[in-house]
Nanobody
Framework: QVQLVESGGGLVQAGGSLRLSCAASGIVGSGIVLKIDAMGWYRQAPGKQRELVAA???????TYADSMKGRFTISRDNAKNTVYLQMASLKPEDTAVYYCNVKNWGSSYWGQGTQVTVSS
């Protein structure tokens, strides 16, 4: 099994920035071999469905939701199996729980979620 540890959420004022991190590792004793493929970030606001924020392939190709283009930047460190989300010009409507997602050998794994709250 793959374990994902997220960090970097918090409370920020509108117009501010935050950087999220998500590190993937194999659970000790599971015998799993990591071969991380796509990595991404999703978010879920209260009363809404979970939506894609951004995704990145091992080669660095990126995909963004339209509302995040130009404000959010996804990146990854393949050596560390870590994905980052740099968020800038944050808006109150960006308030949500942000979830990391990775694909490993075709299986999908989710992080526990980190709360991002943007005050107006």
């Amino acid at each position: 099994q793959v374990q994902l540890v997220e960090s970097g959420g918090g409370l920020v004022q509108a117009g501010g920035s935050l950087r999220l991190s998500c590190a993937a590792s194999g659970i000790v004793g599971s015998g799993i071999v990591l071969k991380i493929d796509a990595m991404g970030w999703y978010r879920q606001a209260p009363g809404k469905q979970r939506e894609l924020v951004a995704a990145i392939t091992p080669g660095g190709s990126t995909t963004y939701a339209d509302s995040m283009k130009g404000r959010f930047t996804i990146s990854r460190d393949n050596a560390k199996n870590t994905v980052y989300l740099q968020m800038a010009s944050l808006k109150p409507e960006d308030t949500a729980v942000y979830y990391c997602n990775v694909k490993n050998w075709g299986s999908s794994y989710w992080g526990q979620g980190t709360q991002v709250t943007v005050s107006s």
